[in-house]
């Protein structure tokens, strides 16, 4: 079975930086688009980043200049680097993939990790 793990969110000051990381793992044959979507309290979850297994990337309007989404694809990793974090930017952010193992495709989701802004 295949799970997608993130990690590196936490507390951090307006005008901070973090970066995120998402592992894949299990059986895998091959990894597609890899992206990462958030959700803050009472809104929809929305698309922040997505990147494609050629490394074309895709950015909410509202990240654009200060996210920068990247992949390993032999570690079957994804990252988002932020930088000059927002109280706004405060929410869960979860990974995404279409994962392949051998005879199937599936979309996976990660548990999400928490990140905060504080102004």
């Known amino acids: 079975q295949v799970q997608l793990v993130e990690s590196g969110g936490d507390l951090v000051q307006a005008g901070g930086s973090l970066r995120l990381s998402c592992a894949a793992s299990?059986?895998?044959?091959?990894?597609?688009?890899m992206g990462w979507y958030r959700q803050a309290p009472g809104k929809q979850r929305e698309l922040v980043a997505t990147?494609?297994?050629?490394?074309?990337?895709n950015y909410a309007d509202s990240v654009k200049g200060r996210f920068t989404i990247s992949r390993d694809n032999a570690k079957n990793t994804v990252y988002l680097q932020m930088n000059s974090l927002k109280p706004e930017d405060t929410a869960v952010y979860s990974c995404?993939?279409?994962?392949?193992?051998?005879?199937?495709?599936?979309?996976?989701w990660g548990p999400g990790t928490q990140v905060t802004v504080s102004s």
């Open positions: 995404n993939a279409d994962v392949w193992t051998r005879g199937s495709k599936s979309n996976i």
């Open positions: 299990g059986s895998i044959f091959s990894i597609g688009t």
């Open positions: 990147i494609s297994i050629v490394g074309r990337t």
